[in-house]
């Protein structure tokens, strides 16, 4: 049973839009709301009650075990989170791009291993499936990983290819119908226990730009050739799987080609915009945690006749923790906001991502150094927080790569090119139909 299929009307939430001499279409103009629809917070309460109730009681454990609970993968399909901003006839939910966001802010304030599935299965696979698969590709591939059945995964980064994306040097020649892929993606999230990926390798050796040279395959992890495993030791997000992928003389139809050949590299920048919204989104959880957890530990802990959120110092951290929650959520709403009405968000995402990630670390230290030393213990969660965080500004473009990103617009060195296939704005009509 779908319990997240609820009553069907949504309102607006439309924070502020700017850009640098960005052209708003007319029609996606609204007025400006900044309240949660009845089906938002239906949303943001049957996500944070999971959250808190099936996942906080144990995440300390499989943390320490380095290990994912068995249970969270089923359970996140079973609740519909898995297809939550899809439409109903691909066996999604049909909510809107703003669920997925409050979604993925909730998950992020008990563990960051939570928001990373919904990244990489929803933010990264199937809302790229969405927006450049054909229809028959959507029924194989988006349809079992929408209703949970199947989990998707994002191979993009390699041993050697990271930030430089065009520096791949995993391979795809093509053979009649088929692709013969070779190569090795590292730090693949969901890499043991994905049964498609999204593939990308090079199909020509030697193009003019490296850029235009990559392609992207759908790839079943379970293909002859195919072998995979978790890394472990990590920093963080150790109730997780985080792992890599190897490809020997696979061989996949030409028919799980997505998008035209050459066409990878921008395939994944448009995943990219999907993805980077999620960890936007999961950060304004992670330091609305750290306030959180800081305000409760200040009101308890004494020091010198009285409980330290009598002192102005710590008073200092706690506001700080304030306004960078309120900010950050305010930018990943925007970016929702954005993906509802159709207008492309690179930039939007890519600062939203930027700011709440840095804000999100240093919240976590934050309050580590609040704690004192039962900060330094994972026996509080903040602990946990701070090395989690610290993921957030290196994977999915790194915080300087955002930087840069943001320098480019600002000076005109950059703008956003059309693509061929841009991702569907929100229509409730068509997320509900059936068929």
Partial sequence: MRCLRRARRFGVVAPYLSGYN????????????????AEHEMVRKTVQDFARREVAPIVREWDRKHDMAPH???RMGELGLLGLCLPVRYGGQGMDYLSLGLACEELEAVDSTLRVVMSV???????????????????????PQARGEKIA?????????GSDVASIRSSARREGQDYVLNGEKTWISLASKAHHVLWFARTDPHPADPHDGITCFLLETDRPGVTRGDH??????RAGSTGWIHCQDVRVPAANRLGEEGEGFRIAMACLDNGRYTVAAGAAGLIRACLEASVRYAQERQTFGKTIAHHQLIQAKIARMVRDYEAARLLYLRAGWMKNQGLRNTRETSLAKWYATDAGFTAAAEAVQLHGAYGYSD?????????????EMIYEGTSEIHLLIQAGYALGFRRDMPLRCELPAYDPDIWHAEA
Avoid: C
């Fill in 22 to 37: 960005r052209a708003i279409p007319a029609r996606a103009v609204k007025p400006m709301d900044f309240s949660l629809t």
């Fill in 72 to 74: 969270i993968l089923p």
């Fill in 121 to 143: 299965h929803v933010g990264l696979n199937s809302l790229g499936l969405f927006q450049w698969g054909t229809e028959e590709q959507k029924q194989r591939f988006l349809v």
């Fill in 153 to 161: 995964g994002f191979a993009l980064t390699e041993p050697g290819a």
């Fill in 232 to 237: 472990h030791g990590k920093l963080g997000v």
């Fill in 379 to 391: 026996e509080y969660e903040v602990e946990r927080h701070l090395r989690n965080a610290k993921g």
